[in-house]
């Protein structure tokens, strides 16, 4: 059994982003808890548990709990992981990085939101972050700041990769966030993207376009959003689609940050900072 679990500890999270169309499935461990009849876990765990069901979405749970606030119950869920009690749902399914990108990136028809929920609570946060991004340029989901900040390995930097097929923003993004001690790569076409995250190591920070000639940026974020290694990566939109429904859909796919062109500087490297937890 499972003892003495501080559930909103924040000490107790692990450094794992919950999104909206995330899908989670009890262990061994997590199904003992509510079939033994004795447990120590909170009032609230226990509901957790009895809620998920490997198919419902993070998104349907926020609609079926309102009494929990979302964030409340995205920390809950990071505390479960954290003990074992449950785990991703997808992961056992998906490849590492060795799968075929080609088929990886391979249009499979509309991209939408997974589910109602998912969709629901996706708009929530798009409306809540359409003021900012309307005032200041850019909008950083508040759901998916970093629980830890992200550090290089010694003597390294962070390596952002900034996705676009406009060489003078690009080189500009390159030349504000160089200066600011980043290590920045350029990708411009389908190919380069799917050669750069074949290469090790992995970016710590994408960069997204929407629009771009030979692929549609919301179609990387989704394949990237649903694999077991590139999920983890954060991913911020630049892009001059910044209607309200374009943020929900980022939200939705899992984008952690929403940035509008044209952009002030220093907002982009703020929008930057934020989703890297710096």
Do not use: W
Request: charge should be neutral.
């Amino acid at each position: 059994m499972t003892s003495g679990i501080s559930v909103f500890s924040t000490a107790n999270r692990a450094d794992v982003a919950i999104y909206p169309h995330d899908v989670f499935a009890l262990t061994d461990e997590g199904r003992q808890e509510i079939q033994s009849g004795s447990t120590r876990l909170p009032a609230r765990a226990l509901e957790v548990l009895v809620m998920l069901d490997g198919k419902s979405t993070v998104g349907d749970l926020e609609q079926r709990m309102p009494h929990m606030p979302a964030e409340k119950l995205r920390n809950l869920l990071r505390s479960l992981l954290d003990v074992k009690l449950i785990r991703s749902n997808s992961l056992a399914e998906r490849g590492d990085l060795g799968v075929d990108f080609d088929a990886f990136f391979k249009a499979t028809g509309p991209l939408e939101p997974s589910s109602p929920g998912t969709e629901k609570s996706a708009g929530n946060e798009a409306a809540t972050g359409a003021p900012e991004l309307q005032r200041k340029g850019y909008y950083v989901s508040i759901a998916r700041k970093a629980v830890k900040t992200r550090t290089p390995a010694a003597g390294a930097k962070l390596q952002v990769v900034a996705v676009d097929d406009d060489p003078d923003l690009t080189a500009l993004v390159q030349r504000l966030l160089e200066r600011e001690g980043f290590a920045v790569a350029i990708c411009a076409t389908r190919n380069a993207i799917i050669a750069r995250l074949r290469a090790p190591p992995p970016p710590d920070l994408v960069m997204l376009d929407v629009a771009m000639p030979d692929v549609n940026g919301f179609e990387v974020l989704q394949r990237m959003k649903t694999h077991a290694q590139l999920k983890a990566i954060p991913v911020v939109m630049l892009t001059a689609d910044a209607k309200p429904e374009s943020v929900m859909r980022g939200l939705a796919l899992g984008a952690d940050g929403y940035v509008s062109k044209p952009f002030d500087h220093a907002t982009l490297v703020k929008g930057v900072k934020a989703v890297l937890g710096l």
